[in-house]
């Protein structure tokens, strides 16, 4: 079922990230993403995550979309000016590929190019009504387009706030709804708990948000996460159960599954799986839901 039907029916979507290589050998990941061709409902591609490098957004979606998958295609604000961005995104709606997903982009000096140049010519607000204008027919310059774009677009939303900051998240994620955003992809959620106080503020059934769901592969990584990403919790209790199993690779496959599980209970409109590096992991993953 095409993901916008199922937003549409308020149906639980499933999305994979699938970075593109950082080369130009596409099978490993088009062998990845065949294995749960059917089972995920798009796949996100990732722009240059971490300002690390690698094959374009546009690059890996087109990949993908020519053998039959939905993708959402990401685009940032770092790398490119607006007269680029633009260019991209017509060609992205022209070989159809059917959703964007607009970010900020990290900066430069935390990936493998760190003396690059970020651009930043357009804020993510802007990116947004820039592209929501192309869908409607138009672009920035005000020019009429000959035919638009027809994307389904989504962007970013962070329920996990700390109370001093929870009014202006709702509100920027109010404004961005009502430029246009489709749906909103929250960071890695392991318990959904964590971020009540966010969602029984707002009504879940108007923005659809899709919480990330990080496969961990180790209990040094749980800690780090925990320890080093603002506004993301992993429970004590799931870092024990990592460390006490006797397989913890399958133990971390459990734990996503359990947590897709905990999110659909707990009304989300969807989930993200990221398996950064562990893409063979998937089909057990989506197998155990």
């Known amino acids: ?59 890996g979606a087109m990949v993908l979309q020519s053998k039959g998958m939905e993708t959402v295609m990401q685009v940032n ?41 970020a651009v930043y010519d357009l804020d993510l607000m802007t990116l947004i009504q820039a592209a929501v204008g192309l869908n409607r027919g138009k672009d920035m310059a005000g020019i009429e ?14 329920p996990g706030v700390d109370e001093g900051r929870m009014e202006e998240e709702i509100a920027t994620l109010t404004a961005k709804a009502e430029a246009g955003v489709d749906f909103f992809v929250a960071p890695a959620l392991f318990d959904p708990a964590a971020v ?24 040094g990584m749980a800690r780090y996460v925990d320890r080093n990403f603002k506004n993301i919790y992993v429970p004590p209790d799931m870092i024990s159960r990592i460390q006490k199993a006797g397989d913890r690779a399958q ?23 990221s398996t950064i590096g562990w893409e063979d992991k998937l089909p057990e993953i989506l197998s155990k839901i």
């Open 77 to 117: 604000c770092r790398d490119r000016n607006r007269i680029a961005i633009q260019a991209d995104l017509l060609a992205a709606g022209a070989l159809g590929i059917p959703g964007i997903m607009a970010v900020s982009g990290e900066e430069p000096r935390f990936g493998d190019h760190p003396e690059a140049k």
């Open 1 to 59: 079922m095409p993901l916008k039907k199922r937003f549409k029916t308020g149906q639980f979507a499933i999305l994979a990230e699938m970075d593109p290589p950082k080369g130009v050998d596409v099978s490993a990941m088009v062998k990845h993403a065949s294995r749960v061709k059917g089972e995920v409902d798009a796949f996100i591609v990732p722009e240059m995550n971490s300002a690390v490098m690698r094959m374009s957004a546009l690059g």
């Open 196 to 219: 009540k106080a966010f969602t029984d503020r707002i009504d879940t059934t108007r923005f659809r948000i899709l919480p990330t769901v990080l496969l961990l592969k180790s209990v």
């Open 251 to 273: 133990e971390c496959v459990r734990i996503a599954t359990e947590t897709i599980r905990a999110l659909k209970k707990a009304g989300f409109a969807g989930a993200v799986i």
């Open 145 to 158: 387009l000959a035919g638009s774009t027809e994307f389904m677009v989504g962007s970013t939303v962070d």
